[in-house]
């Protein structure tokens, strides 16, 4: 018979000696996924602005949320340019 002791000891993890897990990675993979989160929350945050216009305004408002749209989309994009260079 086994205890349950022995059976843990197995399903102890073992990380890769050639990429150690470091604070430096966490913060890389957190920068990583809050850049996405900005990058898509802008995208969908100007899209469904634009949608929400009368059909007469939407011309005259496309420029600054096109700008806005894109503004999220660099800053996100520099988080997860970030993150990879982390992590």
């Known amino acids: 018979m086994t205890s349950l002791s022995d059976v843990a000891l197995a399903a102890?993890?073992?990380?890769?000696?050639?990429?150690?897990?470091?604070?430096?990675?966490?913060?890389?993979?957190?920068?990583?996924?809050?850049?996405?989160?900005?990058?898509?929350?802008?995208?969908?945050?100007?899209?469904?602005?634009?949608?929400?216009?009368?059909?007469?305004?939407?011309?005259?408002q496309l420029l600054p949320l096109t700008i806005l749209a894109a503004i999220f989309l660099a800053v996100g994009l520099a988080g997860v340019a970030l993150g990879v260079w982390l992590f």
């Open 12 to 60: 102890v993890f073992t990380p890769n000696p050639d990429h150690p897990l470091t604070w430096t990675g966490f913060f890389g993979f957190l920068a990583v996924v809050i850049g996405c989160a900005i990058a898509l929350i802008g995208a969908y945050a100007a899209f469904s602005t634009w949608r929400g216009l009368e059909p007469s305004r939407r011309r005259a």
